[in-house]
């Protein structure tokens, strides 16, 4: 047998438990939660061709508005005071003058390990009403306890802590990766061509840095668009009293597993997708003109 | 190492050690406080101010958490899920991995960006399908559930894809080749033994990924003898929502495995993760 044809046949074999996998658990449900988006069906019944009711239904549902702007809440509180953390302690991790460098990796990056259901369970205990050691901070300075659980702003903010204090430390890491693959000798040639510490910042390293830059917001939107264990926990099912933790995910996991409708959790489901692709392809039209704003 | 003209004290260092050690305070803290509460007695636990320092309860609120979940079971759930998915993640996807860096077939590159492109997905989209295709299976309550759909993924292919057709000269595969080794013994004999680097930051990241998952288990496994620990521990909280003791005692016992694991490999891990990523 020729090379070629060995080739063919073992790559294709190579590659066909990942496609096989994708095809039954990946592409064929996307593909039918469009399908079943186009009816009204709980599990029991026959589903029955309601066209595109459920979009229309979802477009003036206000819990649905809610949840969106939950989702959006969280994620802007949450995103750019870490990313804006994350680019600041990578700098001071990649100056070579500093001791200890080995054991601040570890920390930062520690909070990563540890599950979404741990984070919110201690979270839950640190925003605590009445008994939580931040209200005790707090009381220092004169601020009465606040009750983080019952305010749409309190329940965002706590989100964001354990969404912060989980991610800034991954993205620490990327950044540090990023900075320490830029040559040594681009900075060198720029010290003897006269460029000072701040030029060199600014035409050297954020140029270099930019793809991982872009590569975290879009991960980190990614990411915030699906949030859902964290205000599970935090405001139980429903996302508590006024919906204050209502966010988009959780809202297509109580229509689909609580109140068995398929259909309008499978219309959610593709809004929650189209979202996600525009808010990507935003966020990289953003990040580019930053770009070349410079 | 010291640069000319660099001051030892200067208040630049200063600040920037003093940063630091408050990120690594805020870091550690709740790992700490964690224990803490987990420790106290439950009365303890409601005063204010809250407990600062250990207490000599953790046994008595371990006990109760093995009373209310089966946290063994949970464990035992979690680390089969964990090990069986690693395993078979680091197999399929270096072996895709290699066939897409060193292996010439047709539709190779549209296949790759095929794969790349469904990093983008969100894992919901397709949820209530692949819960009706699990259970046409019979695999509720099953851990097959949580392992069969994750046994490979793009992520997997794509970092190993990079880092073997970075690392293995051509000319090692060709003189293989010419001694007759076969495109799979090629790979089980040259490539694996030297992608060890990258597989460990895979295994690490894989094994934390599905210890860690909530939502899919969260669906698939409703049984509770079934659950992985993640949901045991949602279990914990939801219906003692009072005894803060108990559930952090709980929370910590969880954490500790993952904990340990991580410190072990963290070395390899972190110099995976900044040296690897970029190639």
New interface residues.
Partial sequence: MK??T???I???L??S???I??G???L???I??AY?SFHKWNILGTKEFVGFNNYQLLFTDPLFWKALGNTFSIWFISTLPQLFLAL??AF??N????KGK??????????N??????????????F?E????LN?LLSFIGVEPINWKASYLGTHIAISAMVM?RWT?YNT??Y???L??IPKDLYEAATIDGANKMQQFFYITIPMIRPMVIFTVILST?GG??I??EPL?FS?NGGGALDQGLTM?LY??EE??VRNS?GY??AI??V??LI??LF?LVNLYVTNRIKSAE | MNEVGVKRYSPGRIITYLLLTIMAFLSIFPFYWMFVIGSNHTSAVNKFPPAMLPGMNFMENAQKVFVNIDFFKAIMNSVITSTTITVSVLFFCSLAGFAFAKLEFKGKNWLFIFIIATMMVPSQLGIIPSYMIVSKLGWIDSLNAVIVPAMVNAFGVFWMRQYISATIPNELLDAGRMDGCSNFTLYWKVVLPSVRPAMATLGLITFMNVWNDFLWPLVVLKDRSMHTIQIALRTLNGAYYQDFAMILAGTFMATLPILIVFLMFSKQFIAGLTEGSIK
């Avoid at chain 1, 100056?95 to 500093?98: E, F, I, N, T, Y």
């Avoid at chain 1, 009445?130 to 050691?133: A, D, E, K, N, Q």
């Fill in positions: 090379q070629s060995k080739d063919h073992s790559g294709y190579y590659i438990p990942f496609f996998i994708f039954v658990f990946g064929f449900p996307i039918f939660t079943i600041i302690f001071i991790l100056s070579a003058l500093l080995e054991f601040f990796r570890l920390a930062v990056f520690l909070p390990i540890t599950s979404v259901v741990a984070v919110a369970i201690i979270f839950g205990a640190i605590g009445h008994y939580g050691i005790y204090w430390g890491i990327i540090l990766s990023a320490q693959s990614i668009m699906q859902f264990a926990m139980g995910t297509l996991y689909a597993f398929f959790s499978s489901a593709w929650l997708f996600i692709v990507s």
